[in-house]
């Protein structure tokens, strides 16, 4: 090869790489734009009510993948209507397995639907622990609410997160609100875990509870009454009437060694039989004297608020742990520090503490 041809092929060479990275850099963007344009059709399908677009969206918020959150970070402001979530009401509801709250949940979500309301169900399953898979599947036993087009349900699973609350839960129900959702129903597992997250995520707590279940001879589970707002003896039919009356009375005395709600309300008992959809109408007419009451008050302003503070306290804390995860280097750290543990030659607060200093002298 000659030697004054050398110079123009390597021109060359560099012109061809030039040109292939200004055409993969075009279509980058191009992606990019098709992308964003594709979300915010999706955005505009969700606000006009889609049930098919909330259900892909809240599949959006439950992914752990960086770029999903990138995407759902873009959809939610997109679909960002602070109207909606003002007017929507956001109840949650917890109970012991077998208390029927799927039946209640049904039924109550019927009776809103009759005053003309919009009602999602979002129904945090028990998950398996090999999985993670949901076991109960609330939504096969919602037949009738599942067949009326104001309503949604979605059954998400448990998995190992606080309270039997997916970690999805909170921008879920800005989604179903933004979808004109105006009744929006959070139940948990209700196995023993915290239920201070849901607390936490909703307006209204109400605790469906048993009579004949041992409580009144165990001193009553404190704890989960001082979170309740309203308190609803379930299965109030057949022989269990005069148990489920007494029990009433029993939680009625107990209430009043309680101090006085945030809400500064009076909290009720009542009896009801989802099966048999008695008292389910006077729980609503309960729930809405609560809500207007907090809403000429001002409370449920600054119950949105601490909503919105605690969530953003939660996302730092998720983040900062899959910020650092994501670091080889204190990934190994990690790992071998673990392995301390299992092997029992040092203790599991002493590694952690550990492994806290290693990241704040690198900071």
Not at 78 to 86: I, K, N, V, Y
Not at 127 to 142: A, F, H
Not at 344 to 363: D, G, M, N
Request: proline share 3%; with cysteine; charged share 20%.
């Amino acid at each position: 090869m000659p030697q004054d041809d050398a110079p123009k092929k390597k021109q060359g060479r560099t012109a061809e790489l030039g040109s292939t990275a200004k055409l993969e850099a075009q279509q980058r963007i191009q992606q990019a734009k098709a992308a964003t344009s594709d979300i915010q059709q999706w955005a505009s399908d969700l606000c006009h009510g889609s049930r098919e677009a909330l259900s892909r969206a809240i599949t959006l918020a439950e992914s752990t993948l960086p770029t999903d959150r990138a995407r759902l970070e873009l959809l939610l402001k997109l679909t960002h209507q602070p109207d909606r979530s003002q007017s929507s009401w956001r109840i949650g509801i917890t109970g012991v397995p077998g208390v029927g709250k799927s039946t209640f949940i049904e039924e109550f979500g019927l009776e809103w639907l009759r005053k003309g309301h919009r009602v999602a169900v979002l129904a945090v399953d028990p998950s398996s622990q090999r999985s993670g898979g949901s076991i109960l599947g609330d939504k096969t036993r919602m037949e009738r609410l599942t067949r009326s087009t104001d309503a949604f349900i979605r059954p998400s699973p448990a998995a190992k997160t606080l309270g039997g609350v997916s970690r999805a839960t909170h921008e879920s129900i800005l989604l179903c609100e933004a979808a004109g959702f105006d009744r929006i129903l959070v139940e948990t597992v209700g196995v023993g875990q915290s239920e201070t997250e849901v607390k936490n995520l909703t307006d209204v707590f109400l605790l469906l509870m048993l009579a004949g279940a041992g409580d009144e001879l165990q001193g009553i589970k404190r704890g989960i009454m001082e979170m309740a707002d309203l308190i609803l003896i379930n299965k109030c039919d057949g022989l269990n009437i005069q148990q489920a009356q007494q029990a009433v009375a029993v939680y009625q005395q107990a209430i009043h060694l309680f101090p006085v709600p945030a809400g500064d309300h009076q909290v009720e008992v009542t009896a009801i039989s989802a099966l048999e959809n008695t008292g389910i109408e006077s729980t609503c007419k309960q729930v809405e004297s609560l809500m207007e009451s907090w809403h000429s008050t001002g409370w449920i302003q600054e119950l949105r608020s601490s909503q919105c503070q605690h969530q953003f306290e939660r996302h730092i804390r998720d983040l900062l742990v899959e910020q650092t995860l994501l670091n080889p280097l204190q990934q190994s750290h990690l790992e071998q520090l673990q392995s301390e543990v299992q092997r029992q030659h040092i203790s599991a607060y002493a590694a952690a503490r550990l492994w806290i200093q290693s990241l704040a002298s690198k900071t």
